[in-house]
């Protein structure tokens, strides 16, 4: 029976921005034949960040086409670790840290892929179910005498780490592995694409050199662009380091902010290449974009879809909420609506003070708060004078009477006090 994709995948990546290098012949395959295809994930971390969405979305973007996406987790790569990209060669992880991370990364990968579609659902697999079972003499024997020395040395990720210092061998092999797992998942699943960051071509056509050397069959690949800023930085990075799909490592509140901060023509970029919205809905947003940029809208139409995506629809809400509160014109009972999580990491950065337990339970004369306890204002002159002129709030309830107390019925979530001077200079008083 003929099969005919519900999209040309390759020129759906090439308008996104999402193609980067592309083997002879994928495209003719993808448009003739239901193809089974491949990304991988290394266990580095008990989560994954939006560097991974990258690879992510271009198995997305293959099961919508109509093909059969597989998602492998490195159980076994994990514990060798990927020399491309890196000038250090990275820590090897235990066994309990490796388990923890995959079991991690699967429960995430099951979010972004259909598992119980009947015609193509996703498979999920682990490289240590098949390396478990090689011995070392095994493997030397059976797949390393496939490819040659000079063939490795000619990767970029071999030659660029042998000029800046070396590599050892558990790296300079590491090619051959995730080869292997091509290799595997070809034989066993009539699996002929993989797919992944430009970083990966090496490595990937080391897979594809391994089929047509041992098995004597024909494999292809598609690599998408690393993506970076406008400026040049690495995408996924902000100050406090990557941005994690992990509610614990990136609150959904950051995790928004992250997106409805990208710059103008980042935006652009990147709403094509993060956003399952189809062509013609994307050209639409970028129109009304452009010529309109302090709205903002490709921001806030990205930071949704993404946060409602990776988490949720109520934790996109919450950090609306706590966007409006602090940077719009949110109220004191949007305030007493956010949940703890939201509050806390929309906190992070005011400037802090403390007060104790039985400063607050007496109750604190708010000229006192302002001025001894803290040094949000430097006078309680100046104090008094803003507060008559209706100029300070606390929890986003204006105070007009420097004779007022404050004690612990105003602590929201009976910790915290958040002082606001003018529009835009918050503070934050938390009890200790």
């Known amino acids: 029976m003929a099969f005919t994709p519900n999209f040309d995948f390759t020129e759906e ?234 509610p614990k490592r990136t609150s959904p509140y950051k995790f928004y902010q992250f997106w409805l901060n990208v710059a103008d023509e980042d935006a652009i970029r990147f709403i094509k290449i993060y956003s399952l919205r189809n062509k013609a809905e994307i050209t639409d947003l970028i129109q009304a974009h452009q010529g309109q940029e302090h709205l903002r809208t490709l921001q806030k139409e990205l930071a949704k879809e993404m946060t409602i995506r990776v988490h949720s629809e109520s934790d996109f809400e919450m950090a609306v909420k706590a966007t409006e509160i602090f940077f719009g014109k949110g109220s004191a009972d949007d305030l007493k609506a956010l949940d703890l999580p939201t509050l806390e990491s929309s906190l992070e950065g005011m400037e802090k003070f403390t007060v104790s337990v039985s400063e607050l339970t007496a109750g604190i004369p708010i000229l006192d708060l302002l001025c001894v306890s803290t040094t949000i204002f430097p006078s309680k002159g100046e104090a008094r004078k803003m507060i008559q002129a209706n100029g300070f709030s606390i929890n986003k309830v204006k105070c007009t009477d420097p004779a007022a107390a404050i004690n612990a019925e105003y602590l929201l979530h009976g910790k915290y006090l958040i002082a606001q001077k003018g529009k835009k200079d918050y503070y934050l008083i938390e009890l200790q």
């Open 13 to 246: 990546l090439k308008w996104r921005g999402l193609l980067h290098d592309i083997m002879p012949g994928t495209q003719e395959l993808l448009n003739t034949t239901q193809v089974t295809g491949y990304a991988g994930f290394d266990p580095t971390a008990d989560s994954l960040h939006i560097g991974n969405l990258v690879p992510i979305t271009l198995l997305i973007h293959l099961q919508r086409a109509g093909h059969i996406p597989v998602a492998l987790v490195g159980g076994a790569t994990g514990m060798v670790g990927d020399p491309s990209g890196k000038s250090d060669e990275r820590k090897l992880l235990n066994l309990e840290t490796l388990n923890h991370n995959l079991d991690c990364q699967k429960k995430q990968l099951m979010k972004f892929l259909d598992f119980d579609s009947v015609s193509n659902k996703a498979v999920m697999v682990n490289n240590y179910d098949w390396f478990s079972k090689f011995d070392f003499l095994g493997f030397i024997r059976d797949v390393g005498k496939y490819i040659t020395v000079n063939y490795m040395m000619g990767k970029d990720s071999v030659r660029n780490r042998l000029e800046a210092g070396g590599l050892s061998f558990t790296e300079f092999t590491y090619q051959l592995v995730q080869g292997y797992d091509f290799l595997h998942l070809y034989e066993n699943m009539g699996c002929k694409l993989q797919v992944g960051g430009s970083d990966q071509w090496g490595n990937i056509t080391t897979g594809t050199e391994l089929i047509r050397r041992k098995a004597g069959g024909e494999a292809f690949a598609i690599t998408a662009p690393l993506i970076t800023k406008s400026d040049g930085t690495k995408f996924g990075k902000s100050e406090g380091g990557n941005v994690w799909l992990d």
